[in-house]
């Protein structure tokens, strides 16, 4: 089960709450919150703190969604810092970087990150 919440807290800025299961089962509901977010502010940041179970298809879609924030001159940041059974996943997927990749021109990869 996934629930998600959009709140603009400030001049174009919102905070989307994923909470719950970000697995395949729930990956199209991810995806078009997130686009539905990043369509309606600049700066978006992730409260995944309520997350239960996480797999490699929500941290392809996280991927996908920070190229499409760089490409609207936005920003994709996690609101507070992501609980372990998320960082668990980062770390066995091997997405841990020490530079972000060629689309990320502000530096602001997810996957750039001490605990990953």
């Not at 989307?16 to 697995?23: A, D």
């Amino acid at each position: 089960m996934l629930n998600l919440t959009y709140n603009e807290t400030g001049e174009d800025i919102g905070v989307l709450s994923l909470m719950g299961e970000l697995v395949i089962a729930n990956a199209d509901e991810i995806k078009n919150g997130l686009l539905l977010a990043l369509g309606d502010t600049k700066q978006l940041k992730l409260n995944i703190s309520d997350v239960t179970e996480v797999d490699l298809s929500c941290i392809q879609i996280l991927c996908a969604a920070h190229r499409f924030a760089t490409k609207l001159k936005g920003h994709l940041s996690f609101a507070v810092e992501p609980p372990e059974v998320f960082k668990d996943v980062v770390r066995a997927t091997g997405v841990a970087r020490h530079k972000g990749c060629v689309h990320d021109v502000n530096n602001s990869c997810l996957w750039l990150r001490d605990w990953a």
